[in-house]
């Protein structure tokens, strides 16, 4: 998810004289203020990388129409590439992540590739769910990139006084009591409305930043400088090593500004 959020700029500029997204299901609610978004799976696509396998004539006449594909799917994916090819679908294909080393933000990285200014801030339209609370979700994809569950747990008991906590986490997170979202969509307007959000180097704290909520965001393995979340409202990075009584502060501090703005 959060690489998705940080391709969005791209997206945009590449869709200013109309087009469609493909992507994965899961992430068509983010995306589709910009285009119509089609999800992959079960599009046939995935059938173009199988020897052998019978591509669907519709799909190949579909994927033909179009003026040109911009390609971050295939771009590991040699058979698909040569798939595309025989039949002469135009296609671009680019690195779906930055390598090591890159020294520019991610979404910088997608907005060169797809040839506009970098600075660019992924903004996703949502209706935010009315609430004064601090949002912690206290996951990643990784588990290397997570701050240590207890430490959230103190953050949220520190900043218990001040403001109400609400804990998020996906469907198959263990944790009591989080709000669980089936649709990307629930998720993006919930933490809209929250005074702060508070969580890892992960796809939640992009989407919190991509619909205006402050957010802070505790980094471990990865470089801040590339993936910390990129949004309109304030975005603090702190380090693992720094204290549960440090986070609470810098979150009251973004949230309650928010709360009184």
């Known amino acids: 998810m959060g690489d998705f959020i940080v391709w969005l700029p791209a997206a945009e500029h590449l869709l200013e004289g109309g087009g469609e997204i493909w992507c994965a299901g899961s992430n068509r609610d983010l995306a ?7 999800a992959i799976e079960g599009s046939g696509l995935d059938l173009l990388e199988l020897p052998g396998a019978a591509v669907p004539e519709p799909l190949l006449a579909r994927l ?5 594909i911009v390609s971050w799917y295939g771009t590991a994916r040699a058979e698909f590439r040569d798939a595309l090819a025989r039949p002469g679908v135009p296609a671009r294909f680019f690195p779906a992540l930055p390598g090591g080393g890159c020294p520019v933000h991610a979404a910088d990285f997608y907005l060169d590739q797809a040839g506009a200014a970098p600075g660019a801030v992924p903004r996703i339209p949502v209706t935010p769910v009315d609430g004064s609370y601090a949002v912690i979700h206290p996951f990643s994809g990784s588990p290397r990139k997570n701050w240590p569950l207890e430490n959230f747990h103190e953050t949220a008991r520190l900043l218990a006084a001040r403001i109400d906590v609400k804990w998020c986490a996906g469907p198959d997170e263990p ?6 979202f089936p649709r990307l969509a629930g ?8 005074a702060v959000h508070i969580g890892n180097d992960s796809g939640p704290s992009h989407l919190a930043a991509a619909v205006g909520a402050p957010v802070i965001a505790m980094f471990g393995p990865t470089d ?5 979340p990129r949004g309109r409202a304030p975005v603090i990075t702190l380090p693992f090593d720094a204290s549960p009584a440090a986070v609470a502060e810098a979150a009251l501090r ?4 928010r709360q009184s703005g």
């Open 32 to 38: 589709a203020h910009l285009a119509p978004a089609r």
């Open 64 to 68: 033909k129409s179009f003026g040109e």
């Open 175 to 180: 944790l009591d009591g989080a709000h669980r």
């Open 187 to 194: 998720l993006a307007s919930f933490l809209a409305g929250a």
């Open 224 to 228: 801040p400088l590339v993936w910390a």
């Open 254 to 257: 973004v949230g309650i500004r």
